[in-house]
């Protein structure tokens, strides 16, 4: 017989309040819990949309240190062969090497690579966006291998200006807006110690390209040094889009081309204006450098390694810089690194004229001339958030276009008209001088956004992340309430 029917007859055999006290164990025991609590419940074991898990912390190192080389070693083959085109510059002008061509036609060329790569920045970002990060690597691989081997055939200037300024600026901008952002995305507290690691990428580049430039043309000539710079290019670009990796989807990073409403946060604006005066500034120098050199009388060979020099200045500054921000404050180390880029030119180069003090102020100005590259990623992420920093930086390559297209045909303009080049030193130490003074007003918005939001969350204001992620309206508040008292904040001393 079944279990089912022993416990029947047992049931049977029992007394009637035994019978009754069997039964009312069996009865489930009604819930006595009010019907707001569970909906309570229920409502706690629903997601809401509205508060999104945060994105995993970063790892603050491991294969970052991997994508930072890699980005190094593209910076080098990106920024660092298009600093060598001061070495260029100069061979073009002493040789007459394409004739009829004008010193202005020439500062365009070198020019418009820079131009253009900020100018495609929307198309790259929207590039990596549907294509991924190493596909569109693979494309800018493609432009400047094409740039460099179509300049080695150019016979007029007009062809110089397709291959090695628009060509070159294109493919520049494709591998600097895809691999730009990677870095900070894989640190935390050594985020712009990797970064500085990451842009001296550019200044060895510089160095080792602007010597081996001057020496290939005087051996292979110009042809073959084009050809040459293709192939090595081409060949480490392509290991190093093997090798990155992103962490895009974690950080859930917007990606936006045109996140146009950043421009009303006028912190933000300063950021810009930081950029834009700093670039009219710093291409004076890559490029003027190598033909000031000889204008004071020196050889060829002697201007190519001023420029070496002075690449390799960018090349040691950068990582110090990128260390120390992390300790004294990012906007901080910023702010002080513009100001000594402006203080060196009006102090240092206007006093240049002899072998020795050029190589002086190549060295120790080089050290803090492009701050603003150093710098501008762990910056922006300070100033928009982390996950804005894509949008954010793609806007401000838009914004520099123009200076970086104009700020060395005004520095040879400058020059024809006054034959002499202490205005455009000049003109390079004050347009530092002017970035320095936007960060410093930006420094103050950043201490007072600290402070806000230290106060609307009951925290100290150590307790703080600089790196606003915009979690809750008392992020957004502590921005707004920053903008308050940033002239007044400004002279304070605080890490930011």
């Not at 035994?18 to 707001?36: C, G």
């Not at 912390?57 to 600093?83: D, E, K, R």
């Not at 989807?249 to 912190?267: H, Y």
Request: contains cysteine.
């Amino acid at each position: 017989m079944s279990s089912h029917g022993n416990n029947r007859e047992k049931v049977e055999d029992a007394s009637p309040s035994d019978r009754d006290d069997s039964v009312k164990s069996e009865v489930p025991t009604p819930r006595t819990e009010p019907i707001a609590t569970v909906a309570t419940v229920a409502e706690k074991q629903q997601p809401t949309s509205a508060s999104p898990p945060p994105p995993p912390p970063p790892p603050n190192g491991g294969y970052g240190w991997v994508c930072t080389i890699c980005c190094a070693l593209i910076n080098a083959h990106t920024w660092g062969l298009n600093s060598s085109y001061g070495v260029f510059l100069a061979h073009y002008l002493s040789t007459n090497t394409f004739p009829h061509a004008t010193a202005l036609e020439y500062a365009f060329v070198g020019s418009l690579s820079i131009s253009c790569a900020m100018l495609v920045s929307p198309l790259a970002t929207l590039s990596v966006r549907l294509l991924g990060t190493r596909n569109t690597l693979f494309i800018g691989i493609g432009f400047e291998t094409a740039s460099l081997l179509g300049a080695s055939w150019a016979k007029e200037i007009w062809q110089l200006f397709l291959s090695q300024g628009i060509c070159f600026g294109i493919g520049m901008g494709f591998l600097f807006v895809a691999s730009v952002g990677i870095v900070p995305q894989w640190f935390t507290t050594k985020r712009s110690l990797a970064n500085g690691f990451a842009t001296c990428g550019s200044g060895l580049g510089g160095l080792v390209y602007s010597l081996a430039t001057g020496a290939m043309l005087r051996t292979v000539g110009l042809a073959w040094a084009f050809r040459i710079l293709a192939i090595v290019a081409f060949s480490v670009n392509t290991i190093c889009a093997l090798l990155i990796r992103d962490r895009n989807k974690q950080i859930g990073a917007t990606q936006l081309a045109f996140d146009t409403k950043l421009f009303k946060r006028p912190e933000y604006l300063l950021f810009n204006f930081w950029g834009f005066f700093s670039i009219l500034a710093y291409v004076v120098l890559i490029f003027s450098l190598a033909n000031y050199a000889r204008t004071v009388g020196l050889t060829a060979a002697q201007a190519s390694i001023i420029s070496a020099l002075f690449n390799l200045g960018q090349a040691l500054g950068r990582p110090p810089i990128g260390y120390f921000s992390d300790s004294i404050g990012r906007i901080n180390m910023a702010t002080l690194m513009t100001f000594l880029a402006g203080l060196f030119s009006l102090v240092i180069w206007t006093f240049a004229k002899s072998y020795g003090v050029l190589i002086f102020y190549s060295l120790i100005g080089g050290t803090v001339a492009g701050t603003f590259w150093a710098t501008c990623a762990p910056v922006a992420a300070e100033v928009v958030g982390l996950k804005h920093v894509a949008g954010a930086l793609n806007l401000e390559w838009l914004f520099i276009v123009l200076p970086s297209t104009f700020s060395e045909p005004i520095a040879l303009e400058i020059v024809a008209g006054t034959r002499s080049y202490l205005g455009t030193q000049l003109f390079t130490g004050f347009m530092y001088l002017a970035a320095a003074g936007c960060m410093l007003l930006m420094r103050g918005w950043k201490i007072g956004e600290v402070e806000e939001l230290a106060r609307l969350k009951g925290l100290e204001v150590e307790e703080v992340d600089v790196v606003g992620e915009e979690a809750d309206d008392r992020d957004l508040l502590a921005k707004a309430g920053g903008r308050t008292g940033m002239l007044a904040n400004c002279i304070l001393w605080r890490k930011v």
